[in-house]
């Protein structure tokens, strides 16, 4: 499999431009030039961006340009501190992963689909012209299966437009289930040597997403800690999160603890995928929620790297602060230092 040179350790600035309130305020101080340079000292090589269409754009199309501006800056402070960057498009008129956000007609309406070609024909114009350090990823997590063949179409389109204008640009594209790492087989051939495939790693979601509120039959005070066995963990996800026991097939009765072999195991598929597709992989998100203990959080970490290391996988951890997974949040105060992007 093709590695993804520069795109090898990221971080997220997720809650920045996106999942938060579009203000001016917010925009100028949630992440600030410290924070490119604090992320810039921890080793890694990119940050990836999560954005709302409405940073750019108000509900009729119009453009921003204050919303570009910060878009700028950002490219500027990259420069800066050697950083490469992902512009991930988070919500785009009628579609977001976040119910919550009421978004709705992406996937049947073409006046929606017409105005997010338009977005990203606009990105671009605008920055097409730094294919080596900065990437474009077409939308955040998809999540109805049912999507996926519309899905498909509608990023073939997209691509398509994009490459008159910036023909040698990085893209990246998930598949349904958010991202999910069996979504990737799913996704259509890459158009070109350029396309990365891009999942989410959040695996065990027992774990990684313990009490979390978003996630349905997940009980609000559930704890579990990172060292049981597979088997354990396979037992415990069947009773709670049943959606989630394609992550441990082939795995029943395995007494081994938890670990790196396991998130190999998970993405052993994509993987093979991509080889076989020549297409690049990418992580586009993992993390722990703030709801489990320190030890755990550490040794998930450990784990996770090491899988990513083994097959060569780029990864951006989620998130540099807050969201619930917060890496910079006060219980990560002890964990921060220890873990090696």
């Not at 995928?273 to 450990?302: F, M, P």
Request: overall charge negative; charged content about 25%; some cysteine.
């Amino acid at each position: 499999m093709r590695k993804w040179e520069g795109y090898q350790k990221g971080i997220n600035f997720g809650g920045w431009f996106s999942q938060c309130g579009h203000t001016k305020e917010h925009y100028e101080n949630f992440i600030t030039e410290e924070d490119f340079k604090r992320v810039s000292q921890w080793g890694i090589d990119h940050v990836r961006i999560p954005i709302d269409y409405n940073l750019v754009e108000d509900s009729d199309g119009n453009y921003l340009e204050e919303g570009f501006f910060y878009l700028e800056r950002a490219i500027s402070w990259c420069e800066k501190y050697h950083l490469n960057m992902i512009l991930d498009l988070h919500k785009t008129p009628g579609y977001s992963f976040d119910a919550d956000e009421k978004e709705e007609g992406f996937f049947t309406d073409s006046r929606y689909q017409e105005q997010f070609y338009c977005l990203w024909e606009e990105f671009a114009r605008r920055y097409g012209a730094y294919k080596d350090s900065i990437a474009f990823e077409l939308l955040n997590e998809i999540t109805d299966k049912e999507v996926s063949e519309k899905w498909n179409s509608i990023v073939s389109q997209c691509i398509t437009r994009i490459r008159r204008i910036a023909p040698d640009t990085k893209i990246l594209v998930g598949g349904y289930w958010n991202n999910n790492v069996a979504a990737v087989k799913a996704l259509a051939e890459p158009q070109d040597k350029n396309i990365v495939y891009n999942f989410h790693c959040y695996a065990p979601l027992l774990f990684t997403h313990q009490g979390a509120y978003w996630t349905e039959g997940m009980p609000a005070d559930f704890r579990y800690s990172f060292c049981h066995t597979v088997e354990e963990y396979r037992q415990k996800t069947a009773e709670i999160l049943p959606n989630e026991l394609m992550t441990f097939e082939g795995l029943e009765g395995c007494q081994e603890p938890i670990g790196a072999q396991y998130l190999k195991k998970v993405m052993e598929e994509p993987v093979a995928v991509a080889t076989q597709r020549d297409a690049l992989l990418y992580c586009g998100e993992y993390g722990v929620i703030n709801n489990a203990d320190e030890e755990s959080t550490l040794l998930w970490y450990q784990a996770a790297h090491e899988a990513f290391t083994y097959y060569g996988i780029g990864r951006a951890a989620w998130t540099y602060k807050e969201l619930n997974y917060g890496l910079t949040d006060a219980h990560m105060k002890n964990v921060l230092e220890k873990i090696e992007f």
